[in-house]
């Protein structure tokens, strides 16, 4: 996941960044899970936006900041995220 993250598949860092949030196989690391969380996001993949979303609302590896929250939840949204937050936006 990290070597396909590396050459640009938003699809590699969401999940390269779900095992270092989640400490899956990896030491626990979510401060950098968030980074590729916002990097797969920016790339296009709704469930990265949707998880980015809830570190940000939680404040987990990053500072709480509900714009941003709601910002990366609206782009999942839009992008096709199927999430009961999607559903109550409509």
């Given at each position: 996941l990290e070597k396909a993250c590396e050459l640009g598949s938003a699809d590699g860092c969401a999940g390269f960044g779900k095992a270092l949030f989640k400490g899956d196989g990896l030491p626990k690391d979510e401060s950098?899970?968030?980074?590729?969380?916002?990097?797969?996001?920016?790339a296009d993949n709704a469930w990265a936006c949707g998880e980015l979303a809830e570190a940000f609302k939680d404040g987990k590896g990053i500072p709480t900041d509900v714009e941003k929250s709601q910002a990366a939840i609206q782009r999942g949204c839009q992008l096709g995220l199927q999430d009961e937050r999607c559903r109550k936006r409509r």
């Open positions: 950098r899970g968030v980074s590729l969380y916002q990097r797969a996001c920016d």
